[in-house]
């Protein structure tokens, strides 16, 4: 099976500009959440989407959307990009594994870079 | 909130020593997964535990769940170079996962 796939892989924007990354989980995973990873915050939870509806959510301004697709394909957008914006962003997606309950597998991550 | 406490945060040894990296929380979890992370890459699942006390090992790595759920360790034995990277912890509670603070690990040559 392929892996979770992310695209682009590196971007730079500047200031004030919005974004929008893709991810495309495992095959018959349905549920995608994404992560905002920096070196100072460690992964810190965006949100879960799960047949097209956002399930969970993490503490993160309105700036931070996201939605998913039929096919589990899911983006997330960025609005009015900040400096603090800077980080790689994750996107894993899950199915229960019956014994095991849910387990992530992670994308290779978008590198967001605002100047 | 940061739910998911890791010791040591940053460690650096030789090729051939042992280490054990903790996981810590007040919170039980249903599941606990370990991951290894290099720079600039997605972070790739090692382990999951689900059972309060369970030990599973991946050849060199051992890999603990607490009697209680709410913690866990990862042993190392006879590291190598090749085990250099970032280790995350992450307690999961249905399908939302906390991420502990992770450990960098270096294992020198």
């Given at each position: 099976k392929a892996g979770v796939t992310q695209t682009p892989r590196y971007l730079i924007k500047t200031r004030g500009q919005q974004v929008t990354l893709s991810c495309s989980p495992i095959s018959g995973h349905r549920s995608v959440s994404w992560y905002q990873q920096t070196p100072g915050q460690g992964l810190q939870f965006l949100f879960e989407y799960f047949s097209e509806t956002q399930r969970n959510k993490g503490n993160f301004p309105g700036r931070f959307s996201?939605?998913?697709?039929?096919?589990?394909?899911?983006?997330m957008n960025v609005s009015t990009l900040e400096l603090g914006d800077s980080a790689l962003y994750l996107c894993a997606s899950s199915s229960n594994r019956g014994g095991v309950g849910y387990e992530q597998y992670?994308?290779?991550g978008t590198r967001l870079t605002v100047t | 909130t940061?739910?998911?406490?890791?010791?040591?945060q940053f460690l650096s040894i030789q090729e051939g020593e042992n280490l054990t990296v903790y996981c810590n929380s007040s919170s039980v979890f249903s599941s606990l997964q370990w991951y290894r992370q290099e720079p600039g890459e997605g972070p790739v699942l090692l382990v999951t535990v689900v059972t309060g006390g369970e030990v599973k090992k991946l050849k060199r790595l051992t890999f603990q769940f607490g009697d209680a759920r709410k913690d866990s360790s990862l042993h190392i034995?006879?590291?190598?170079?090749?085990?250099?990277?970032?280790?995350?912890?992450?307690?999961?509670?249905?399908?939302?996962?906390?991420?502990?603070?992770?450990?960098?690990?270096?294992?020198?040559p």
């Amino acid at each position: 099976k392929a892996g979770v796939t992310q695209t682009p892989r590196y971007l730079i924007k500047t200031r004030g500009q919005q974004v929008t990354l893709s991810c495309s989980p495992i095959s018959g995973h349905r549920s995608v959440s994404w992560y905002q990873q920096t070196p100072g915050q460690g992964l810190q939870f965006l949100f879960e989407y799960f047949s097209e509806t956002q399930r969970n959510k993490g503490n993160f301004p309105g700036r931070f959307s996201g939605r998913q697709f039929s096919n589990s394909r899911s983006e997330m957008n960025v609005s009015t990009l900040e400096l603090g914006d800077s980080a790689l962003y994750l996107c894993a997606s899950s199915s229960n594994r019956g014994g095991v309950g849910y387990e992530q597998y992670f994308g290779p991550g978008t590198r967001l870079t605002v100047t | 909130t940061q739910l998911l406490e890791q010791s040591p945060q940053f460690l650096s040894i030789q090729e051939g020593e042992n280490l054990t990296v903790y996981c810590n929380s007040s919170s039980v979890f249903s599941s606990l997964q370990w991951y290894r992370q290099e720079p600039g890459e997605g972070p790739v699942l090692l382990v999951t535990v689900v059972t309060g006390g369970e030990v599973k090992k991946l050849k060199r790595l051992t890999f603990q769940f607490g009697d209680a759920r709410k913690d866990s360790s990862l042993h190392i034995t006879a590291a190598q170079p090749g085990d250099t990277g970032l280790y995350l912890c992450a307690g999961g509670q249905g399908t939302q996962f906390y991420f502990g603070t992770g450990t960098s690990l270096t294992v020198i040559p």
